[in-house]
């Protein structure tokens, strides 16, 4: 079942790695869903990461995902596959894909998208799946943290950042975070974090010993790697865990394990865009039922940094890389 579709598109393309001026525009093909997906209109797509690192080389598609970066987006229901049954043509969701998101038109697996929060317009709404799916699997799931915990997360601007900082407060936690100046530090207070830390002029593990009375934190979500993974085994508390998403400071060529052993630490790491359709269905469940009333009622919000034209993703991907951004930045269709 199908309304009147073009052939074609504009999409994003990588035409080979390098720097932002590599995302250019093209005309592509407009996908076809697939038997449980949907074909989505595209009105807005988030910029996330994984995108600059697919742009520069570093982090290819998954096999059977597009070329085209771009792993969140919004918009409205065109068509929908043969056995596809959860979505009708006219709905508006917002969904998370693995790849293809920079482009007028996107297939997406039909368990894999939700419904947009009343109250959210397009470019909110596709600021939501990346990193509400990803902190949703790595601080709850994965990380198992409770109400009553202590929870640090580095890079509180960040999209991943503001959403766990949002998340973890409104379920009960102490929330510490780190940020790279004291605007970003103040902005992160707005969202509720109890401590906020600006790395570059203290150290947070004395500031997270010093506010747990040396106890040392529950949980700590990590993409920065390098030298903080100790860092992070010394911040932890007795029996923490630390849940490692990225590597932004490359590896840790030492560290020390007899740390990890007599804390009894848990050191774990998530990768979501390689998982498969049915994992990221579940996380979606637990999402509208968990989160989405919390979007529906104002109580948490998606953070927004900027928003620029499709045609302008390169500035886009200039913005996430100077690190100035606060939030979620955004490509709009229009």
Known sequence: MTQQIPSMMTAIAVPQPGGPDMLVPEQRAVPAPGESSILVAVEAAGINRPDVLQRMGGYPPPPGAPDIPGLEIAGTVVAVGRNATRWSIGDKVTALVPGGGYAQYCAVEESNALPIPSG?????????????????????????????????????????????????????ATVMTTAGSDEKCAACRELGADLAINYKTTDFGKAVKQATDGRGVDLILDMVAGDYVERNWKAAAVGGR?????????????????????????????????RDTAFKAEIADNLQQKVWPLLESGAIKPVMDSVFALKDAAKAHERMESSRHIGKIVLSMD
């Open 120 to 172: 959210l317009s397009m470019t909110e709404a596709a600021a939501l799946p990346e990193t509400f799916f990803t902190v949703w699997s790595t601080v709850f799931d994965r990380g198992g943290l409770k109400s009553g915990e202590t929870f640090l997360v580095h890079g509180g601007t960040s999209g991943i950042g503001t959403t766990a900082i949002q998340l973890a407060k409104s379920f009960g």
């Open 242 to 274: 630390i849940v490692q998403l990225a590597t932004l400071n490359g590896a840790s060529e030492e560290v020390n394990f007899g740390l990890l052993m007599v804390k009894r630490l848990t050191h774990t790491g998530a990768t979501l865009r390689p």
